[in-house]
């Protein structure tokens, strides 16, 4: 405890010259160089000047100082061009310097002296490869949002990122794993620097629309201390900001139910999409004060496999933003955004009978303040106060007093009602600054220096009421009834049998929980000469329990100290080839479903199960209840600890390879444990996989649970990266990556919902390959090219080798495990691989100039034009065991078939007008 307030002591003395709450910056890049003579001398006083229509007064000026050195620290994402002028030399110019959001770039100039009396510019390429940075980021802006086959999805802009694709077992089919990642939780998400993450379950939140955005960074490997609450990757948006000129668009997107290829020809699908979306941008007065403005309505319609019916998706949503550029030092902006989701029949599915799915009700806003201030050449503050506020509700069609149905033991068909209604609240604020301080020559070796020192303040919280419609679900046997299933849904009383029962209390829950954290950090990135080294300390503290009344404040409560460090060498000195290493611990986010089944909290409904008396003809023969909640035992942040290497090298103008050597091990893993060991071990022989024995533990008496990270969970990834990009540049451009990935584990969830540890059954054969979320191999590449005519053609390609999965059988016969250790797997973790994907989106878009700057954009794309029908999700439940007849049934008549392959081909037409 001493050494933890010794390091909060040092850090907040660090602290002491700036604002009281400070914090992560995060929405501009930064240009930085050194001025030399010929004969290697620094230049002081060099008029440093960059342009780009990024910057509301058009242009931006500083001077070298006596080292020659200089820097703009808050650029807004874009293409620059930076001019050294200085009296007595030649002026030189670099273009093309592409700013991103959170990247540092080096662009140093070597000035002759001019010989000749008139003022002449000499102008090169800017550099392609940072050579200041450790973070290994992939952006894609706006040619790439506005060219790109895209299906109007703000979180699938990503997917041609290396290392990084969806989870298609989630119920948004659009959740990102990343970098060794298993669950979307691990991911920290942010729109203009503002975090978005869901309070609750930690994955996104807020969907903006693509047409707002002006720049989306997928990154974390290998970044500062001043980047934290994740454990996977970092998403971040930059919106657009408008500009000096009145510009907008009008743009529409249809597709057609009639354009998609079937995925099952005995379905009747539906796969139907459209979009309405108007933007305006420009000075409200020029050179001072931009606007933004944008709004859409989106909708979409589809069928998932085999299901009985459609989803619909409607998204109406709005975005205004304000940039005031107040003098030349200090800039501010504020955003406000708006959305609300609805959709019909959410969860309806090969099983889950249309009457039976959820209508999602879920509307939300957000408020976003920046204010950035440059204090001379030294100084640079940055000061945000954000949050968000919003709904997530799950409803019934028959209203909440009208019982779900299941026919369990034999169809598994859902009817007749939604089983559990879901209401979900979220809140989240956030207010801090951080504050840079640049300084050279500090030791005496020409070395310049970049401290960064912040601070972030954060509260948040969260409900979630979920109930039974009707206060309990049947559970029934259609096998009984002479019509069969068509029979039971008439009348469900022939489906009552001695198996039949009613379901109380499992999955129901009325949690009221919130967390508030604070985190600081200090950081230096020094260079000298060719290297440049990058230090930096996060420490952070979390505060978790249940809003007043509801429990003990305080249940979760850990703290963290994370340390980076990385180099960076220029090889040649001239910006072109750069080898960097770099370590760092990185901590993930507080989410309340880490504690939200905490003891206290009362959160947690009793479980009951109560099975049919054909004597009584009542449902009176009842086990007793249980409640699956827990004390809270040693717990800390969940972290990652990482190694990166990584080599890029500039081979002509726009033109990058790299790469990456990533090492990534996750530890305190939260979940919860059985600290019961009061069991009996059976041993079932004649296992269907191979034969042998597989061991099966009853539990004799209640489980005693306990949520903790000191539990021998554990997950370790390695992969490589190689990976090639050549900008826009002579009529096209092209970006590919390879990647190799392994990685093993023991569990995937990272919450106390793990089904590994919550009873010793979960816990065979957990080690192995991790299932549902990663490919060994994959290769991306997407790009464009200019056709004659006002012509372009553009896609993307993407193969994955194929996810991995694992067979298992459920326990009958089971005591006081019965609901939590009943499922077993038969095989090492991840045996089995799925087929591998191959995946081809293509557009075809035509554009004329109209009149007084008007264009029009037309354009024809496809989705999946290879049309492959690839297995993405399989039902991988075997069969059961019987633990008093030690026999084995199965396997099941649905095990091994797909419960979910890729979307089919659908054609999508749109236009913009643009002015």
């Not at 939780?185 to 047409?211: C, E, K, Y």
């Not at 089983?419 to 504050?435: E, H, K, P, T």
């Not at 990534?664 to 022989?685: C, E, G, H, L, P």
Request: charged share 20%.
């Amino acid at each position: 405890m001493r050494t933890r307030w010794s390091v909060v002591v040092l850090l907040l003395v660090m602290l002491a010259s700036v604002a009281p709450l400070l914090a992560q910056s995060t929405i501009t890049g930064s240009i930085e160089g050194k001025v030399t003579n010929e004969k290697g001398s620094p230049l002081e006083a060099v008029t440093i000047v960059v342009t780009s229509p990024a910057l509301v007064k058009g242009q931006a000026s500083t001077i070298t100082d006596a080292s020659g050195s200089y820097r703009f620290p808050a650029l807004p994402p874009g293409t620059y061009a930076v001019e050294a002028q200085f009296p007595g030399y030649q002026n030189l110019k670099q273009e093309g310097a592409r700013v991103r959001a959170r990247i540092a770039l080096a662009v140093n100039f070597v000035l002759p002296i001019s010989e000749v009396k008139e003022e002449i510019t000499v102008t090169a390429a800017a550099p392609e490869v940072s050579v200041v940075s450790n973070t290994v980021a992939f952006n894609f802006g706006e040619r790439y949002i506005d060219n790109q086959p895209i299906p109007e999805n703000y979180y699938k802009i990503i997917q041609m990122a290396p290392g990084v694709n969806f989870d298609y077992t989630s119920s948004s089919g659009s959740a990102m794993l990343a970098y060794g990642g298993t669950e979307e939780r691990q991911n920290a998400f942010t729109l203009d620097g503002v975090n978005v993450a869901d309070t609750g379950a930690g994955q996104h939140w807020v969907l903006p629309s693509i047409r707002w955005i002006q720049e989306v960074e997928v990154g974390g490997l290998g970044a500062a201390a001043e980047f934290g609450g994740y454990t996977g990757g970092v998403i971040n948006a930059v919106t657009k900001s408008g500009g000096n000129a009145l510009s907008g668009d009008v743009e529409f997107q249809y597709q057609s139910a009639s354009w998609s290829a079937s995925v099952d020809p005995e379905t009747d699908e539906e796969f139907s999409f459209q979009d309405y979306a108007v933007s305006l941008g420009g000075p409200i007065v020029t050179d001072k004060l931009w606007f933004f403005v944008s709004a859409e309505y989106w909708k979409q319609v589809t069928t998932p496999y085999k299901a009985q019916g459609s989803s619909t998706r409607e998204i109406p949503r709005i975005l205004g933003k304000l940039t005031w550029q107040a003098d030349d030092n200090n800039r501010l902006s504020m955003t406000l955004e708006y959305d609300r989701v609805t959709n019909e029949n959410r969860g309806v599915s090969e099983f889950v009978l249309p009457e039976a799915s959820s209508k999602q009700e879920a509307p939300g806003g957000l408020l976003a303040l920046h204010w950035e201030s440059v204090f001379g050449s030294d100084y640079f503050l940055n000061v945000k106060l954000s949050g968000y506020s919003g709904e997530d509700n799950y409803l019934p069609y028959s209203g909440d007093d009208e019982n779900g149905y299941i026919d369990y033991w034999n169809t598994e068909y859902e009817f007749a009602n939604q089983d559990i209604q879901q209401l979900n609240d979220r809140s989240l604020w956030n207010l801090g600054a951080s504050f840079s301080v640049f300084e050279d020559d500090l030791f005496g070796w020409n070395e310049s220096h970049t401290f960064k020192f912040g601070a972030e303040y954060e509260q948040a919280e969260s409900t979630d009421v979920w109930r039974r419609n009707g206060g309990f679900t049947y559970y029934l046997d259609s096998s009984n009834c002479d019509g069969g299933f068509k029979e039971l849904k008439a009348d469900p009383t022939c489906g009552y049998t001695e198996d039949a029962f009613i379901e109380f209390g499992y999955g129901e829950y009325d949690a009221k929980p919130k967390y508030s954290g604070y985190h600081l950090y200090a950081q230096d990135s020094m260079t000298a000469g060719r290297w440049t080294v990058n230090l930096g300390l996060r420490y952070g503290s979390y505060d978790g329990g249940w809003q007043s009344g509801r429990g003990t404040p305080t249940v979760y409560e850990t703290s963290y100290l994370a340390p980076r460090i990385g180099v960076v060498w220029d090889i040649l000195g001239n910006a072109k080839s750069a080898l960097k290493a770099h370590y760092g611990v990185y901590n993930d986010k507080a989410y309340t479903y880490l504690w939200d089944r905490e003891r206290s909290g009362d959160a947690v409904i009793p479980d009951q199960d109560c099975y049919y008396n054909p004597d009584t003809g009542q449902f009176d023969v009842c086990d007793e209840p249980t409640i699956i909640a827990a004390d809270m035992g040693p717990v800390e942040q969940a972290s990652v600890d990482e190694w990166i290497f990584t080599f890029e090298q500039t081979l002509a103008p726009q033109m990058v390879l790299g790469f990456d050597y990533i090492n990534r091990q996750f530890r305190n893993i939260m979940a919860m444990i059985n600290t019961n060991n009061d069991y009996t071990k059976y041993v079932a022989t004649d296992n269907p996989f191979g034969g042998g024995n597989l061991p099966v533990y009853d539990l004799n008496s209640p489980s005693e649970f306990e949520l903790t990270t000191d539990n021998g969970a554990y997950r370790d990834m390695q992969s490589v990266i190689l990976r090639f990009e050549k900008r826009y540049m002579d009529g096209w451009s092209l970006t590919s990556s390879l990647v190799w990935t392994d990685l093993p584990g023991n569990i995937r969830k990272n919450n106390g919902y793990a089904n590994e540890y919550r009873d010793r059954n979960g816990l065979t054969n957990s080690d192995g390959n991790m299932d549902f979320s990663y490919n060994e191999w994959e290769f991306k590449l997407y790009g464009d090219v200019d056709l004659p005519w006002g012509f372009q053609l553009s896609g993307n390609y993407t193969y994955l080798s194929g996810w991995y999965w694992t067979p298992y059988v459920r326990v009958s016969g089971l005591n006081y495990n019965a609901s939590v250790g009943r499922d077993i797997n038969l095989t090492e973790r991840g045996s089995q691989q799925l087929a591998a994907r191959n995946l081809l989106d293509v557009r075809l878009a035509w554009r004329t100039d109209l009149s007084k700057g008007m264009s029009l954009m037309l354009w024809v794309q496809v989705f999946n034009l290879l049309n492959t029908d690839t297995i993405i999700d399989v039902y991988d439940r075997w069969g059961t065991y019987y633990l008093d007849d030690n026999e084995f049934s199965g396997p099941r008549a649905s095990y091994g078939d797909p419960f979910d392959v890729e979307d089919p081909r659908q054609v999508r037409i749109g236009a913009r007008w643009s002015f």
